[in-house]
């Protein structure tokens, strides 16, 4: 299987490194660059559709792996194609945040409960009893909750040139350690072909960037990482499996807590973008664009290895492993002013 998975990844690289300079060109032919805004950190317009071929990729690579057999990884497939397409309609031409969320509602609610698909979070692994608890009826409005929050996550998170792309690289290389240790097959060859193409996509992205992602890619990840713990990690005998995806993006999923907090305690909605991420509180630290991008992948990097210890680990150590975790975090949050209320309001742009 190791060998398979490196054969996914291999293709989805040397697909991702051709496609996307051509994704390039299509989006400046076609008029869809991401504008300078006032939160903008690029100081010219940039072309979108970077996730466009990282889909492509990511989708060449799974159906030449034999990936099609299984049913789950068609409708994560179909899915990640639909998320796909309504961020290429969000980046040519913006939606209402309420109309993008109901998408990606519908979309996750398509792959959560097709027949065919029903990529679920039936029940976890208890260590209290030693057994399966299940959620029953809840399942189904659990797992479209988790995906559209990895959605989101990622979107939130991608603000510097090469940081969400990065973050998702290491994220699907740790799902990948973790399901080659638990041997799942799916889960493998699906987060095999996500880092390729993220990693092809990233020659092109890193400062200077020449391309974005646009909310085609942050989205398309999003969902992707999602159903790869879904339907892989979170489906093993692992007591600590929940814990594994959460660790995986904490990152972006710390910074989108906070914001949340932060905006709802300024009497502003959610969705209401600022400068206030923490990217933008480590580039006014004095931290050149690169370098921030650097650090927050370092971190990503370490969290990511502690997702992987913690399957390695009892129980109890799991719990002083996340709680470490959650000490240097409310600490780091403390000390960058992550938590500080502003009442400054930008017109939501996207990145």
């Excluded at 159906?63 to 980046?91: F, H, S």
């Excluded at 399966?132 to 659990?142: C, I, K, Q, Y």
């Excluded at 799902?175 to 095999?192: E, G, K």
């Excluded at 009892?314 to 996340?322: P, S, T």
């Amino acid at each position: 299987m190791l060998e398979k998975a490196g054969l996914v990844f291999g293709l989805a690289l040397v697909a991702s490194l051709v496609l996307t300079p051509l994704a390039r060109r299509l989006a400046l032919r076609a008029g869809i660059v991401a504008p300078v805004v006032s939160r903008s950190v690029h100081t010219e317009p940039k072309p979108f559709l970077g996730g466009l071929a990282m889909y492509v990729a990511f989708a060449a690579a799974m159906a030449a792996g034999g990936g099609l057999r299984d049913p789950q990884v068609v409708g994560i497939l179909v899915c990640g194609g639909l998320i796909m397409l309504l961020g290429v309609w969000d980046d040519r031409r913006p939606l209402r945040p309420k109309v993008k969320f109901l998408g990606q509602l519908l979309i996750a609610a398509l792959l959560v409960y097709f027949p065919a698909w029903q990529v679920q979070v039936q029940g976890i692994y208890s260590p209290l009893g030693d057994r399966w608890v299940s959620f029953g009826l809840l399942a189904g409005p659990l797992t479209i909750i988790w995906i559209v929050s990895f959605i989101n996550v990622m979107n939130f998170i991608d603000g510097l040139d090469g940081l969400a792309a990065g973050i998702s690289t290491i994220a699907a290389l740790t799902l990948l350690v973790v399901s080659l240790q638990q041997s799942l097959p799916a889960a493998i060859l699906l987060s095999a072909a996500l880092a390729g193409a993220a990693i092809g996509f990233l020659r092109y992205n890193f400062n200077p960037a020449k391309i974005f992602m646009g909310d085609a890619g942050s989205m398309f990840l999003g969902l992707t990482l999602a159903a790869i713990s879904v339907s892989g990690v979170m489906k093993s005998a692992l007591a600590v499996s929940v814990l594994v995806p959460v660790l995986a993006l904490a990152v972006p999923i710390f910074d989108t807590a906070f914001a949340i907090v932060r905006r709802l305690a300024g009497g502003r909605s959610i969705g209401q973008a600022d400068k206030d991420h923490l990217h933008h509180r480590l580039l006014r630290l004095g931290l050149s664009h690169r370098n921030t991008v650097l650090v927050m992948w370092a971190v990503s990097a370490a969290l990511g290895f502690s997702a992987v210890a913690v399957t390695e680990v009892n129980f109890a150590g799991a719990m002083i492993i996340v709680g470490l975790v959650l000490a240097v975090a409310f600490g780091a949050a403390r000390r960058l002013g992550l938590l500080e209320v502003s009442h400054t309001k930008e017109k939501h742009s996207g990145r």
